[in-house]
């Protein structure tokens, strides 16, 4: 029950938010370094299922959520909650596709191949690969002065495809920890 009451909050406190709001949270996020330019998935971003793009200015609500989410749900993550914690207090945006990606799987993996070369042309290095018939993943990393600035994770699977950006300073060892979690 605290969870739907926290979720109704939230809800409408986006709805309050409005327009403004949205362009202030997520005003700043194309400055930072560990920003990904996603845009060969762009001219498809009309019709995907969730499209989210939060800044800076958006960060703090988010994590305020997420947080107390983590707080009143009974559901037990695979990742601990400090090692979750510790990645959203360093977190300073995020971009966030889902599609469908049924009768379009070869556009989906096209467009991560494209967008996967065009990182790769800005000193975004990969980290993992993998392409199969069920699924093709995707996960590059942008380094800033040895630190983690930026996180990249595209997927796509015959049913959904994922284009996922987190930005902000991350610590090598902590994501390394939570990927042997997984």
């Keep these: ?16 938010i409005g327009g403004a709001g949205y362009l202030y949270a997520s005003s700043g996020i194309k400055t930072k370094p560990g920003y990904a330019d996603m845009g060969s998935v762009s001219v498809d971003s009309n019709n995907a299922m969730l499209s989210v ?3 800076p200015g958006g960060v703090k609500p988010l994590r305020w959520l997420f947080e107390k989410a983590l707080e009143h749900s009974d559901h037990s993550s695979q ?3 400090e090692m979750l914690r510790g990645a959203l207090g360093k ?25 996967a070369a065009a990182l790769k042309q800005k000193q975004w290095q990969t980290l993992m690969t993998v392409r199969d018939e069920e699924e093709h993943i995707v996960v590059l990393q942008y380094l800033d002065q040895q630190q983690i600035a930026g996180l990249s994770i595209m997927a ?3 049913e959904k495809a994922l284009f996922l950006n987190l930005i902000g300073p991350f610590d090598a060892e902590s994501i390394a920890s939570t990927v042997n979690e997984l």
């Design 1 to 16: 029950m605290k969870i739907l009451k926290i979720l109704l909050i939230a809800l409408g406190t986006l709805v309050l």
């Design 53 to 55: 793009s939060v800044g």
């Design 79 to 81: 990742i601990p909650e």
């Design 91 to 115: 977190l300073q945006g995020v971009q966030l596709r889902v599609f469908d990606s049924s009768n379009k799987r070869d556009l989906f993996d096209r467009a991560i191949s494209e967008t």
């Design 156 to 158: 796509s699977t015959p």
